[in-house]
């Protein structure tokens, strides 16, 4: 079964986002913007990676942000061929030629389609933090891969809105990277309520 992993970039205080979903903080810190040093090892990264799964706001954010509907040729440069869900309650255009498979409803009911397209690789939650969220409350999170930014901002979208305590968290690895610290955390699963009953 493949491994459920949220790679992101975080504020110190614990925003990935402003209050209207910004992400303008990340890209003032060199590296930021995917050109430099707080990315030297996504490559790697993303070649353990089958299956892209993000929410509304964020798929929303990087297609206005790349302006992918104008110009499509540009998503496989970013993500390759790999799939990619979005977890939406709305209509929300496709990008031309990407393989793009829009859901609602629970994550727990389309994991059996997601894994079976991530095969022998891993899910990456790109975001936002309540899906990662809901990814966890199904009991199928396995890791968190957060890249600390030196900026604070006062109010914004949280990281990861739930409690996961010291008893599920485990350091794996802690390391600079430019101006980013990368935490590695591996997560302890929890078996969700539903499969107790």
């Not at 050109?35 to 299956?51: K, N």
């Amino acid at each position: 079964m493949p491994r459920v992993i949220f790679y992101t970039a975080a504020t110190l205080n614990g925003f990935l986002a402003t209050e209207d979903d910004s992400l303008d903080w990340l890209f003032a810190v060199p590296g930021g913007d995917g050109e430099g040093s707080g990315t030297e090892g996504f490559p790697a990264f993303l070649e353990g990676i089958g299956v892209l799964v993000q929410g509304s706001r964020t798929y929303e954010w990087v297609l206005r942000h790349e302006d992918l509907i104008a110009h499509p040729e540009k998503w496989p440069g970013y993500y390759g061929a790999r799939p990619s869900w979005v977890f939406t309650t709305r209509e929300l255009p496709a990008v031309e030629g990407a393989d793009i498979r829009f859901a609602s409803g629970r994550v727990i009911d389309a994991w059996p389609a997601i894994a079976a397209a991530a095969g022998d690789r891993d899910v990456w939650v790109v975001g936002g933090g309540d899906l990662v969220g809901q990814f966890d409350d199904a009991g199928l999170l396995d890791e968190l891969r957060i890249s600390l930014a030196p900026a604070t901002l006062p109010a914004g979208k949280p990281l990861l809105p739930r409690s996961l305590g010291p008893e599920r968290l485990h350091l794996q690895s802690v390391r600079q990277n430019g101006q980013f610290a990368e935490l590695v955390y591996t997560v302890s699963r929890v078996t969700p309520p539903e499969a107790r009953e």
